[in-house]
C-alpha cells in the first residue's frame, strides 16, 4: 500500500506565510509510520522548496504526466 502526503511548499496567512516543507521533512523524520512520497505543489507567489528526489514529487509535473485511473463515477452523498 502507497501511503502519499499532500502539501503546498508554504502556507499563507493573511499577515505572513509558513514554510511548509521543512515542517513536513521534520515531521516525517521523526514519524514512526514512512511514506512512499510526498507531493508537493510550489505555491509560484513565494521562492521553491527544495524537494528530496527520492522522495518528493513536483505537483505540476505529477499532474502534467499523469494519465485517468479511472472516469468519474456519481455516487449519492448518503453512500
Not at 22 to 50: G, Y
Amino acid at each position: 500500500m502507497m501511503k502519499v502526503v499532500v502539501s503546498a511548499s508554504v502556507g499563507v496567512e493573511p499577515t505572513h506565510h509558513v514554510e511548509y516543507k521543512p515542517l513536513l521533512d521534520k515531521a516525517l523524520a521523526h514519524a514512526k509510520h514512512r511514506v512512499s512520497q510526498c507531493i508537493i505543489f510550489q505555491r509560484p507567489q513565494f521562492p521553491r522548496a527544495t524537494l528530496n528526489p527520492s522522495i518528493d514529487v513536483d505537483w505540476v509535473s505529477a499532474v502534467d504526466n499523469a494519465t485517468p485511473f479511472h472516469s468519474c463515477v456519481p455516487v449519492d452523498a448518503t453512500v
